[in-house]
């Protein structure tokens, strides 16, 4: 059984950076051919796709996320982190870890962590 956690602050002040990170559990990051992925869920909005780290250490992000977006890994604590730069408002959300299986489908989640952005 695969088990994801993110953890990190649940309020962030406008214009600084988030940062998450996701434990996972039950499975090494480095096995192929799954990908780690950052997604997440503004209130009325539904999901979207923030990016993700693939099991070589390879990176990909949302174009729209792009420029305010890193993700890196620690594979001796396997784990996945999240950056997100001059956070805004507009960035409050749910924000869930996740593993892509090879359908591009996420086949484990974690259970969320809510970011609130405000002075």
């Known amino acids: 059984q695969v088990q994801l956690q993110e953890s990190g602050p649940g309020l962030v002040k406008p214009s600084q950076t988030l940062s998450l990170t996701c434990s996972v559990a039950?499975?090494?990051?480095?096995?192929?051919?799954?990908?780690w992925s950052w997604i997440r869920q503004s209130p009325g909005k539904g999901l979207e796709w923030i990016g993700h780290?693939?099991?070589?250490?390879?990176?990909d992000y949302n174009p729209s996320l792009a420029s305010r977006t890193s993700i890196s890994r620690d594979t001796s604590r396997n784990e996945f982190s999240l950056q997100l730069n001059s956070m805004t408002p507009e960035d409050n959300a749910v924000y869930y870890c996740?593993?892509?299986?090879?359908?591009?489908?996420?086949?484990?989640w974690g259970q969320g962590t809510q970011v609130s952005v405000s002075s």
């Open positions: 996740g593993r892509v299986g090879g359908s591009w489908l996420v086949d484990y």
């Open positions: 780290i693939t099991y070589s250490g390879s990176t």
């Open positions: 039950g499975a090494s990051i480095r096995i192929r051919p799954y990908f």
